[in-house]
């Protein structure tokens, strides 16, 4: 009986300094890969290198013709927009806007995603891949810190962050806008998952009360359903391995250097 | 909360070993009479320092965020002002009043801090905080009220600033901020004193590329401003601040890489590594441009190549000797401060053991540097630091050693059995604890509190008082469950635990025999919960239990058999909500996922994401906020922690800890739909709260005692005694006696009011069954004595006050609302639980 305990805590311990060897580095090596690969798809240049910014067109259009608009998307920013959009209670009113390139609209959301995910890769980065790990501890905290990175950076762009309507109608972006909205009216321009989504704001007062109506037009943006993807492979991969890390930290005595004193808890 | 107005007096029993306490971040007060260590776990540390001599001890511990602390910063110019401004990875900020341990002000933010520079700018009164992190502003903010006052905004290629510094340069009145995106684009904004968010936007005024990506820091030579060092993962750079052109650059050494870096003069700069430790080195002279290198100013030379005399020169390595492997880079501060006319210089280090390491930076003339220059050494001279201790090393040191729950288990030499989880069951008065071995220990919980607090007789008792010990685990128990307490459609006898074996088992309470062994998931059990009241009656008789494999199960206790397996989630389950209208069980993932699954079936309904998955979560919770009537839900429990911190309610703060504890175990604790039903009947003399920082730890304990409760027992039990006789005699029960009671307890708690009532009607009745496990002597005993042990760990109440209220009370019970009030009021209870001496 003892034999098979001191077995069994014997290759345990030798699976777990594998474990700690060799696949942290082999899954950190392919999370690095899937990042680069995620950066990649970015508009903007990211760790520093200066490719050409990417251009993209999109119409984004609600029926029957309430909302329209033409953008062109350029990095982060919306360098041009036409805008055309009708409010509920004017049906005969058009307003018409535009962005101008000298004055871009910028999404904030790509560049905090790129951020986020280069702030991963550089903790990817600063293990070298000669180091030995002495303890699941420190995996665990590295790992702990990449998979924060990600879910920050996957959630920047897909749940859009909340705004107060005053603070959108006194946005910088806003401001870009061409001729200007009358004061009733707000737009935004923003992500939420792989859509690029423009919301219009009409603000009513109704019986002393601020009201405001609203409705969007959104149109899917290829590049960011790719990065998801990533981002969620590479969650994914992160994930697996701090659950396999943390079945080997149940058993309280292992470390990588005791290799003779292990022994299994339970 | 029924315990809402009470006093109630925290005592903490830590138990032999030291929390753990993986140091994020580190501050020295100005006074050099408070340091300040953040965790990853979100608790700060205060540390009480002899100024002279560095030596410290752990004081306090602050509980409240909810994710690793970033940044620490100062309040106020006055350096004793005994303030702290703390913001943590989710957004929370705090000002911590470093005296009684209490949080004066809480915000949340959408912009997370990465660094906050503490600054007295021109035209304001005392600090502003100047912020930079994950967005692409600088924030200013009142470090008191924690208002963003105004931001600056980057009208050239705007990113995130990853380094900042403020200064004021010399014989000049405007205050300048510089600024570095991690695309390295330095931007300087220049401040009159008279912005504001009216003036937005406020753009800089000039901004420059330079070669340096996702740079760390950046600071200022204070003796010569034209010199700015900016410090790289992978070499720090001295640039010139006039034209930012790069002077000199060092590279970090091998398996290294830098974290910081500081002046020490104008031609010395300190760097520090991640593996903790400082480099000293001293700048060729000839490089360096400004006033006080007048002589070499705008020298030919200073654009040449660099050859090797014009590089830095590294005279002095700050290492511990015999590091200690750590599981994550230590946070380090360089700390500068002018004491009796003498600046002091000093370097801090906070790591991921809880151990803190001082070296005081030796001052090195130029003539000594000449002489180390001519020496040949393969290593530059190390020093090893000045002072250095740990938690542990604090826990070791005290004698009498703190004391655990539990201690009276390891007389005789029986080896430490680490707590691992507990509660507190008062109706029965017991206490039920979970340990490592596997064994569940059940102990008369006021006998053990005795043994421990008072002095006397008692204690020579051997193996005294009784225990109760289940044995069925293999392994650490992780969780324990009282479904009676909850919801009395459970039976009372039943008990649930669930261990590191997977197995969730079903005790029974009081013949201590183990009536089923569930065997249903495959990881670690890490919570055990009770559905809501209004589930199907199947599914009512439930709990639900979740595991290490992310899997979540309804196990039925009647039945004996697992109702709903509900596996397949990727990611580790954070909290449970329920839809039970609906038959929905809704489990959100730390991915931000969330699966909705029916509980009468088994079937899993839908799998959401991003923006659906939030609003189905909140859905739960506006159902719920109806029910808790008033009780905003389930927010975060730190909001909850906060707002009891704000109110002085210690039970909010209580359960607020035990929630925010779950959170930290991956789960946040069920939605309340029970609160009110938890929370029934009077207020307990005497609560006991298991408290963890990190699921790795052994189980602290903290005792709360109420007083009000307290005296209600003690009323209740001294009139119960009397004959019908004597109660006549002195007056109590005729009319107007008890009109004058109910007249006071008007205006005070219904709570309270409802407690006198209570008692008012036992006196008359003579309802001399009274249940208690403690005779009244020793009751009395209890409190007079809970004092003397109260006082080492610092509680702020004078004995003699407690004394005093209680002599009153007893002489008519008519005062006692009025006066626990004024106490309550007077007295001020600390949120914080010191650590003993």
Same mark, same amino acid.
């Given at each position: 009986? !003892?034999d098979?305990?001191?077995?069994?805590?014997?290759?345990?311990?030798?699976e777990?300094?594998w474990l700690?060897?060799?696949?942290?580095h !082999?899954v950190?090596?392919?999370?690095?890969?899937?990042?680069?690969?995620?950066g990649?798809?970015?508009p903007v240049?990211?760790f520093g290198?200066?490719?050409p910014?990417?251009?993209d067109?999109?119409?984004?259009t609600?029926?029957?013709?309430?909302?329209?608009?033409i953008?062109s998307v350029?990095?982060?920013?919306i360098t041009q927009a036409?805008?055309?959009l009708?409010?509920?209670?004017?049906?005969n009113?058009?307003y018409?806007?535009s962005?101008?390139?000298?004055?871009?609209?910028?999404?904030?959301q790509v560049q905090? !995603?790129?951020?986020h995910l280069q702030?991963a890769?550089?903790?990817?980065?600063?293990v070298?891949?000669?180091y030995?790990?002495?303890?699941?501890?420190?995996?665990l905290?590295?790992?702990g810190d990449?998979?924060?990175?990600?879910?920050r950076g996957?959630?920047s762009?897909i749940?859009p962050?909340?705004?107060?309507i005053?603070?959108l109608?006194?946005s910088?972006?806003m401001?870009s806008?061409?001729?200007?909205?009358?004061e009733?009216?707000?737009?935004?321009?923003?992500i939420?998952?792989?859509?690029?989504?423009?919301?219009v704001y009409?603000?009513s007062?109704?019986?002393g009360?601020?009201k405001?109506?609203?409705f969007? !037009?959104?149109?899917s943006?290829?590049?960011?359903s790719?990065?998801l993807v990533?981002?969620t492979?590479a969650?994914?991969l992160?994930?697996?391995?701090?659950d396999?890390?943390?079945?080997?930290?149940?058993?309280?005595?292992?470390?990588?250097?005791?290799t003779?004193?292990a022994?299994?808890v339970? | 909360?029924?315990?809402g107005?009470?006093?109630v007096?925290?005592v903490?029993?830590?138990?032999k070993s030291?929390p753990?306490?993986c140091?994020?971040?580190?501050f020295l007060s100005?006074?050099?009479?408070?340091?300040v260590t953040?965790?990853?776990d979100?608790q700060?540390?205060?540390w009480?320092?002899?100024p002279?001599?560095l030596?410290?001890?752990?004081?306090?511990?602050?509980?409240?965020?909810?994710?690793p602390?970033?940044c620490?910063?100062r309040?106020?110019?006055v350096?004793?002002?005994?303030?702290?401004v703390s913001?943590?990875?989710s =957004?929370e900020?705090? %000002?911590?009043?470093l005296?009684?341990?209490?949080?004066?002000?809480?915000?949340k933010?959408?912009?997370?801090?990465t660094?906050?520079?503490?600054?007295?700018?021109?035209g304001?009164?005392?600090?502003?905080?100047?912020?930079?992190?994950?967005?692409?502003e600088?924030?200013? @903010?009142?470090?008191?009220s924690?208002?963003v006052l105004?931001?600056l905004?980057?009208r050239m290629?705007?990113?995130?600033i990853?380094?900042?510094h403020?200064?004021?340069?010399?014989k000049?009145?405007?205050?300048?901020?510089?600024?570095l995106?991690?695309?390295?684009m330095?931007?300087?904004w220049?401040?009159q004193?008279?912005?504001?968010?009216?003036t937005?936007?406020?753009?800089?005024?000039e901004?420059?590329?330079?070669?340096?990506l996702?740079a760390?820091s950046?600071?200022c030579?204070?003796?010569n401003q034209r010199?700015v060092v900016i410090?790289?993962?992978k070499?720090?750079?001295?640039y010139?601040?006039g034209?930012? /052109?790069?002077?000199?650059?060092?590279?970090?050494?091998?398996s290294?890489?830098w974290?910081?870096a500081?002046?020490?003069?104008t031609d010395?700069?300190i760097?520090?590594?991640d593996?903790?430790?400082?480099y @000293?080195?001293?700048?060729?002279?000839?490089k360096l441009?400004g006033l006080?290198f007048?002589s070499v100013?705008?020298?030919?030379?200073?654009?040449s190549?660099?050859?090797e005399?014009?590089?830095?020169?590294?005279?002095?390595?700050?290492?511990?000797?015999?590091?200690?492997?750590?599981?994550?880079?230590?946070? @380090?501060?360089?700390h500068?401060?002018?004491r009796s006319?003498k600046v002091?210089k000093?370097?801090l280090?906070g790591?991921s053991?809880?151990?803190?390491v001082?070296?005081n930076?030796?001052?090195?003339?130029?003539?000594q540097?000449?002489?180390?220059?001519?020496e040949e050494?393969?290593?530059p001279p190390?020093?090893p630091?000045?002072?250095s201790t740990?938690?542990?090393k604090?826990?070791?040191?005290m004698?009498?050693?703190?004391? +655990?729950i539990l201690?009276?288990?390891e007389?005789?030499g029986?080896?430490?059995?680490?707590?691992t989880?507990?509660m507190?069951l008062?109706?029965?008065s017991?206490?039920?604890?979970?340990?490592?071995?596997?064994s #569940?220990?059940?102990?008369p919980a006021?006998? %053990?509190?005795?043994?421990?607090?008072?002095?006397?007789?008692?204690?020579?008792?051997d193996?005294w008082?009784?225990?109760?010990?289940?044995?069925?685990h293999v392994g650490?128990?992780?969780?324990l469950?009282?479904?009676?307490l909850?919801h009395?459609?459970?039976?009372r006898?039943?008990?649930v635990?669930?261990?590191v074996?997977?197995a969730?088992?079903?005790?029974d309470?009081y013949? +201590?025999?183990?009536?089923?062994r569930f065997c249903?998931?495959?990881?670690e059990?890490?919570?055990?919960?009770?559905p809501p009241?209004?589930?199907?009656t199947?599914?009512?008789?439930c709990?639900c239990?979740?595991?290490?494999?992310?899997?979540?199960?309804l196990?039925?206790?009647t039945?004996?058999?697992?109702v709903?397996?509900? /596996?397949?989630?990727?990611?580790?389950?954070?909290t449970?909500k329920?839809?039970?209208?609906d038959?929905?069980?809704?489990v959100?993932?730390?991915?931000?996922s969330?699966y909705?699954?029916?509980?009468?079936? +088994?079937?899993?309904d839908?799998v959401?994401h991003g923006?659906?998955?939030?609003?189905?979560?909140y859905a739960?919770?506006?159902?719920?906020?109806?029910?808790t009537a008033?009780?905003s839900g389930?927010?975060?429990?730190?909001?909850?922690?906060?707002?009891?911190l704000r109110?002085?309610?210690?039970?909010a703060?209580r359960?607020a800890?035990?929630r925010g504890?779950?959170?930290l175990?991956?789960?946040?604790h069920h939605n309340q739909?029970d609160?009110?039903?938890?929370?029934?009947?009077?207020?307990?003399?005497?609560?006991?709260?298991?408290?963890r %920082?990190n699921?790795?730890?052994?189980e602290?304990?903290?005792?709360?005692?109420d007083?009000?409760?307290?005296?209600?027992?003690l009323?209740t039990?001294e009139y119960?005694?009397m004959?019908?006789?004597?109660?006549?005699?002195q +007056?109590?029960i005729n009319?107007s006696e008890?009109e004058?009671?109910?007249a006071?307890?008007?205006?005070?708690?219904?709570?309270?009011?409802?407690? #006198?009532a209570?008692?008012? =009607?036992r006196v008359?009745?003579?309802?001399g069954?009274?249940?208690?496990?403690?005779k009244?002597k020793?009751?009395?005993?209890?409190?007079?004595r809970v004092k003397?042990?109260?006082g %080492?760990?610092?509680?702020?109440?004078k004995?003699k006050d407690?004394h005093? #209220?209680?002599a009153k009370?007893k002489?008519?019970?008519e005062?006692?609302q009025?006066?626990?009030?004024?106490?309550?009021?007077?007295?001020?209870?600390?949120a914080?639980?010191?650590?003993?001496?």
């Amino acid at each position: 009986m !003892a034999d098979i305990d001191k077995d069994e805590s014997d290759s345990l311990q030798v699976e777990f300094e594998w474990l700690l060897r060799k696949e942290v580095h !082999a899954v950190l090596a392919q999370l690095q890969n899937i990042l680069q690969e995620c950066g990649r798809r970015f508009p903007v240049p990211l760790f520093g290198t200066d490719g050409p910014q990417k251009q993209d067109k999109f119409v984004l259009t609600t029926p029957p013709d309430q909302l329209k608009c033409i953008v062109s998307v350029m990095g982060d920013n919306i360098t041009q927009a036409e805008i055309t959009l009708k409010v509920q209670r004017q049906q005969n009113v058009i307003y018409r806007t535009s962005i101008q390139n000298d004055s871009p609209w910028k999404l904030q959301q790509v560049q905090d !995603a790129g951020n986020h995910l280069q702030h991963a890769l550089q903790h990817i980065d600063s293990v070298d891949p000669d180091y030995s790990f002495r303890s699941s501890e420190e995996v665990l905290h590295l790992l702990g810190d990449i998979l924060g990175c990600l879910q920050r950076g996957r959630t920047s762009l897909i749940v859009p962050r909340k705004r107060t309507i005053d603070d959108l109608m006194k946005s910088r972006n806003m401001r870009s806008l061409v001729p200007n909205l009358p004061e009733d009216l707000a737009i935004s321009f923003y992500i939420q998952s792989h859509k690029l989504v423009l919301a219009v704001y009409h603000l009513s007062t109704v019986h002393g009360n601020l009201k405001f109506d609203t409705f969007q !037009a959104e149109c899917s943006v290829p590049w960011i359903s790719e990065v998801l993807v990533l981002f969620t492979v590479a969650l994914q991969l992160c994930q697996q391995l701090k659950d396999k890390i943390c079945v080997f930290s149940q058993y309280k005595d292992f470390s990588a250097t005791s290799t003779n004193t292990a022994a299994v808890v339970w | 909360m029924s315990a809402g107005t009470n006093l109630v007096v925290p005592v903490v029993l830590w138990g032999k070993s030291a929390p753990t306490h993986c140091i994020s971040c580190i501050f020295l007060s100005r006074d050099q009479r408070t340091l300040v260590t953040g965790c990853h776990d979100g608790q700060i540390c205060l540390w009480q320092v002899d100024p002279d001599t560095l030596q410290m001890i752990p004081r306090c511990l602050l509980v409240g965020h909810t994710a690793p602390i970033l940044c620490l910063a100062r309040v106020s110019v006055v350096s004793d002002n005994n303030y702290i401004v703390s913001s943590s990875e989710s =957004g929370e900020m705090c %000002t911590w009043d470093l005296v009684d341990g209490k949080c004066r002000e809480v915000v949340k933010l959408p912009y997370v801090h990465t660094n906050m520079q503490a600054y007295h700018m021109c035209g304001s009164d005392d600090i502003r905080l100047f912020c930079n992190g994950y967005y692409a502003e600088v924030l200013i @903010m009142d470090p008191f009220s924690l208002e963003v006052l105004f931001t600056l905004s980057s009208r050239m290629s705007p990113d995130w600033i990853c380094a900042l510094h403020v200064l004021r340069p010399a014989k000049r009145k405007d205050d300048v901020i510089l600024g570095l995106t991690t695309t390295g684009m330095v931007k300087v904004w220049t401040l009159q004193g008279n912005e504001s968010k009216a003036t937005e936007p406020h753009y800089e005024h000039e901004s420059k590329q330079i070669r340096c990506l996702n740079a760390l820091s950046m600071s200022c030579c204070g003796g010569n401003q034209r010199t700015v060092v900016i410090v790289c993962a992978k070499y720090w750079q001295i640039y010139d601040a006039g034209d930012f /052109s790069i002077l000199c650059s060092v590279q970090a050494p091998r398996s290294e890489r830098w974290i910081s870096a500081d002046f020490l003069s104008t031609d010395r700069v300190i760097a520090w590594s991640d593996e903790g430790k400082g480099y @000293m080195y001293k700048l060729p002279a000839k490089k360096l441009k400004g006033l006080v290198f007048s002589s070499v100013a705008d020298n030919k030379e200073f654009h040449s190549a660099a050859t090797e005399s014009d590089t830095p020169f590294l005279y002095c390595v700050l290492a511990v000797p015999n590091d200690r492997p750590m599981s994550c880079p230590p946070a @380090m501060r360089y700390h500068e401060v002018s004491r009796s006319g003498k600046v002091q210089k000093y370097l801090l280090r906070g790591d991921s053991d809880g151990a803190v390491v001082v070296w005081n930076i030796p001052e090195v003339t130029n003539s000594q540097l000449a002489q180390i220059k001519q020496e040949e050494f393969d290593k530059p001279p190390g020093m090893p630091p000045t002072m250095s201790t740990s938690l542990t090393k604090a826990w070791a040191a005290m004698q009498p050693s703190p004391v +655990g729950i539990l201690d009276q288990l390891e007389r005789g030499g029986t080896p430490r059995v680490p707590l691992t989880a507990s509660m507190y069951l008062p109706q029965q008065s017991r206490l039920v604890v979970g340990r490592e071995d596997g064994s #569940i220990i059940i102990v008369p919980a006021t006998q %053990t509190v005795m043994l421990h607090l008072l002095h006397g007789n008692h204690q020579q008792y051997d193996d005294w008082p009784p225990h109760q010990r289940l044995i069925g685990h293999v392994g650490r128990v992780n969780c324990l469950l009282y479904p009676h307490l909850v919801h009395p459609r459970y039976e009372r006898a039943h008990l649930v635990s669930g261990g590191v074996d997977f197995a969730v088992c079903l005790w029974d309470l009081y013949s +201590g025999t183990l009536l089923h062994r569930f065997c249903v998931h495959a990881g670690e059990i890490t919570q055990l919960l009770v559905p809501p009241n209004n589930c199907s009656t199947r599914v009512q008789k439930c709990i639900c239990s979740v595991a290490s494999d992310h899997s979540v199960t309804l196990l039925g206790l009647t039945e004996r058999k697992c109702v709903v397996l509900a /596996s397949r989630h990727l990611f580790p389950v954070v909290t449970i909500k329920w839809r039970p209208l609906d038959d929905f069980m809704i489990v959100g993932c730390s991915d931000g996922s969330v699966y909705v699954w029916q509980m009468e079936t +088994g079937h899993l309904d839908r799998v959401l994401h991003g923006i659906s998955a939030e609003e189905v979560l909140y859905a739960c919770d506006e159902n719920t906020s109806t029910a808790t009537a008033g009780d905003s839900g389930l927010a975060n429990p730190a909001v909850h922690f906060f707002r009891g911190l704000r109110h002085r309610n210690l039970s909010a703060i209580r359960h607020a800890t035990q929630r925010g504890i779950h959170q930290l175990q991956q789960l946040s604790h069920h939605n309340q739909q029970d609160g009110s039903l938890q929370q029934k009947g009077r207020a307990m003399p005497l609560m006991i709260q298991g408290l963890r %920082t990190n699921p790795k730890d052994p189980e602290s304990h903290i005792l709360c005692f109420d007083i009000e409760a307290l005296i209600v027992e003690l009323l209740t039990e001294e009139y119960g005694a009397m004959s019908p006789g004597s109660l006549e005699a002195q +007056g109590l029960i005729n009319q107007s006696e008890y009109e004058k009671v109910f007249a006071l307890t008007q205006s005070a708690s219904p709570d309270a009011g409802k407690k #006198i009532a209570d008692f008012f =009607g036992r006196v008359k009745d003579k309802a001399g069954d009274l249940e208690r496990s403690l005779k009244e002597k020793d009751r009395h005993d209890l409190l007079g004595r809970v004092k003397d042990k109260a006082g %080492t760990f610092e509680r702020s109440i004078k004995e003699k006050d407690r004394h005093g #209220i209680l002599a009153k009370m007893k002489e008519g019970a008519e005062t006692m609302q009025t006066k626990i009030q004024a106490k309550a009021e007077s007295v001020g209870l600390r949120a914080s639980d010191k650590s003993s001496e």
